[in-house]
């Protein structure tokens, strides 16, 4: 089973499902929704970025 993740900007709920639905949903690749759930991509975000929390 894919990961699932949470996608927040700043703290507004935006949407909810794998890397690949996210992607597909944010017009971005995999990958980059991967990112948002780094903790380097955590610390940049000053509630502008749009993060992720691996659920």
């Keep these: 089973m894919a990961d699932e993740f949470a996608v ?3 703290e507004t709920f935006l949407d909810e499902g794998s890397a690949e639905e996210l992607a597909e949903r944010f017009n971005v690749k995999p990958d980059t929704v991967r990112w948002w ?3 380097t991509s955590h ?6 970025r ?3 929390i691996r659920l």
């Design 8 to 10: 927040y900007k700043g």
């Design 37 to 39: 759930s780094t903790p």
């Design 43 to 48: 610390k940049r975000d000053k509630g502008k």
């Design 50 to 52: 749009k993060v992720a």
